[in-house]
C-alpha cells in the first residue's frame, strides 16, 4: 500500500494544475447560485462514469434526531442534493464523501480584493466565495476518484459521493440517511479554519445548544413618565435576570468538575462551557423607565457522549430551581426559548478509519496529523447520529470564511492538491484498490 500512496503522492503533484483548474470552475460556477454548482458537480461525476441521482426535499420535512432547529433558523426553500455512485471492483468496504455546495448569501464583495467569483490565485492562495465553506470539498471528492483513475486504478468497495446542502439547517446529508444511504464509513470534505490544514483530522464534535431566557417584570404603579422614584413599588426584570444568571454560572461550575473528556481537557483544560452572551432589557433611549422584560442568551458546549436532551434538562432544572426560590419568579416563571441544538459524537482513536487517514495524509501528504477535539456542531456528527456510521473530517489550510464575515474567502493551493491526494489514499486505504480493466 506504501508504493500505492507514493504514486497517488507524484499523481496528484503531476495533476496540480487540473486539480486548481477544476476547484476554479467550482467558484466560477458559484456566481450562478447553489443550483449551478450541483449541476457542475452531476456533470462531472457522469463523465467519470458514476451514476448520478438528485434527491430533492424541503428542510422543514427533515426529521430531526438528536437535534433541534426553530422554524426561523430554518430555510424553507426546496433543496436539492446530488449523490455520485462510483460501483466497487469487489468486496471492499464502502464509503460515503459528503460536502456541502450552499454558501453564504452573497454581500459585501465590494470589499473584496479579488473577484469573489472568478478563483484567482495569489501567493499561493485561491480566493473564491464560498471556496473553503465548501467548494474546496465539493470539487474533491470527484477530482479523488480522477486521480485514482488517472493511474488505472478502480475502488475495491463502493464509494458515494454527495453534495448536500447544510447552511441553514439544511440537513441534506441527514436527509440522505434517512432515504436509505449508507456504507461503512463517511468522510467529511470540508476545510477549518484553524490554522493548521491538512495537520488536523476531526473526529470528535461537541454538541452545543442556544437558548434564551426570558424573565418578566412588573411596572410600578404610577403614571408619571420617568419612574426612577417609584422604582421599588415595582419589579425589575433585570434584577430577576440576574437570578437566573447565578444559577447558571453555578451549573456551568458543577458541569466544569463533573464532566470530563480527556481530549477536551488535555487541549483547554475544560470539557464543557455555559458561555452567557447576550443580555437585552429596557429601552436605552428611556433609562428612567423600569425594564418590565429582560432575555439572556447563552450557548452551552459538551462533549459526546452526553445527549442533547439530558443537557437541556440540567438547564430547565437549574432555571425552575431558581425561579422557585425567588417569590416573584415562583408566581412568574421564567421562559425558555430553545433555539437551537446538536448532539455530539466521536470516532475512537483507534479506529480503522482514523488509523487509514492518518496513514494516508503521511503516505500521500508527508504530513502528521492530529486530532482536534476543538470542534463543536460538525456535520460529522450526522451519519454517527443517523446511522452510527464512524465519520471523521479532513480539508485543506483556509481563511477568512464568509460566515465569519471575511473578506476574500481563500484556500490554499498547495493544501488543496494535497487534500485531493489525502482522498484518494483514503479510499485506498480503507476501500482498496484494483487496477481498471483494459
Not at 449551478?36 to 426529521?63: I, K
Not at 461537541?206 to 417584570?217: D, H, N, Y
Not at 430551581?321 to 433555539?339: C, G, K, T
Amino acid at each position: 500500500m506504501t508504493s500505492i500512496l507514493q504514486d497517488i503522492a507524484e499523481a496528484s503533484a503531476r495533476e496540480r494544475a487540473r486539480i486548481l483548474d477544476g476547484l476554479r470552475t467550482y467558484v466560477r460556477a458559484g456566481k450562478d447560485g447553489e443550483a449551478a454548482v450541483q449541476s457542475l458537480f452531476a456533470e462531472t461525476a457522469e463523465t467519470l462514469g458514476c451514476s448520478v441521482e438528485a434527491s430533492s426535499y424541503n428542510p422543514a420535512d427533515v426529521r430531526m434526531i438528536e437535534e433541534f432547529a426553530g422554524e426561523a433558523a430554518i430555510d424553507p426553500q426546496a433543496r436539492t442534493s446530488i449523490i455520485a455512485r462510483c460501483k466497487g471492483a469487489g468486496n471492499g468496504r464502502s464509503l460515503i464523501l459528503f460536502a456541502h455546495p450552499d454558501g453564504e448569501p452573497v454581500t459585501g464583495t465590494d470589499r473584496w480584493r479579488h473577484d469573489p467569483f472568478a478563483g484567482e490565485v495569489e501567493d499561493g492562495r485561491l480566493y473564491g466565495w464560498g471556496v473553503a465553506d465548501d467548494l474546496s470539498g465539493v470539487a474533491a471528492g470527484l477530482q479523488a476518484l480522477e486521480l485514482l483513475a488517472s493511474l488505472g486504478l478502480r475502488p475495491e468497495g463502493d464509494v458515494l459521493i454527495a453534495s448536500t446542502p447544510s447552511k441553514r439547517h439544511a440537513r441534506g446529508v441527514s436527509r440522505l440517511m434517512q432515504e436509505g444511504m449508507t456504507a461503512d464509513a463517511a468522510l467529511y470534505l470540508h476545510p477549518a479554519e484553524s490554522g493548521v490544514g491538512l495537520r488536523e483530522i476531526k473526529a470528535l464534535a461537541s454538541g452545543q445548544v442556544e437558548f434564551r431566557v426570558i424573565v418578566e417584570g412588573r411596572q410600578p404603579p404610577t403614571t408619571e413618565p420617568l419612574q426612577t422614584a417609584f422604582g421599588h413599588l415595582g419589579v425589575n426584570a433585570i434584577d430577576k435576570a440576574f437570578v437566573i444568571w447565578d444559577a447558571l454560572k453555578r451549573l456551568d461550575a458543577r458541569r466544569g468538575e463533573e464532566v470530563h473528556h480527556p481530549a477536551l481537557h488535555g487541549e483547554v483544560g475544560r470539557s464543557t462551557n455555559i458561555m452567557m452572551s447576550h443580555i437585552s432589557a429596557g429601552d436605552p433611549k428611556r433609562l428612567a423607565r423600569l425594564a418590565t422584560s429582560c432575555t439572556l442568551g447563552a450557548a452551552l458546549a459538551f462533549p459526546p457522549p452526553e445527549k442533547l436532551s439530558d443537557v437541556c434538562a440540567q438547564i430547565e432544572a437549574a432555571v425552575a430551581e431558581a425561579a422557585a426560590s425567588d417569590p416573584w419568579l415562583s408566581e412568574n416563571p421564567p421562559r425558555i426559548v430553545w433555539d437551537s441544538g446538536t448532539t455530539g459524537a466521536e470516532v475512537p482513536g483507534d479506529h480503522p478509519l482514523l488509523r487509514a487517514a492518518h496513514e494516508a495524509i503521511r503516505g500521500v501528504c508527508g504530513l502528521e496529523a492530529h486530532v482536534n477535539p476543538m470542534h463543536t456542531g460538525s456535520d460529522i456528527r450526522n451519519p454517527m447520529i443517523q446511522k452510527n456510521i464512524p465519520t471523521i473530517g479532513i480539508g485543506p489550510l483556509c481563511g477568512d470564511l464568509s460566515q465569519n464575515d471575511g473578506v476574500d474567502e481563500w484556500v490554499d493551493t498547495e493544501d488543496h492538491v494535497r487534500f485531493v491526494g489525502a482522498v484518494a489514499g483514503i479510499i485506498a486505504q480503507w476501500c482498496g484498490v484494483s487496477k481498471l480493466q483494459a
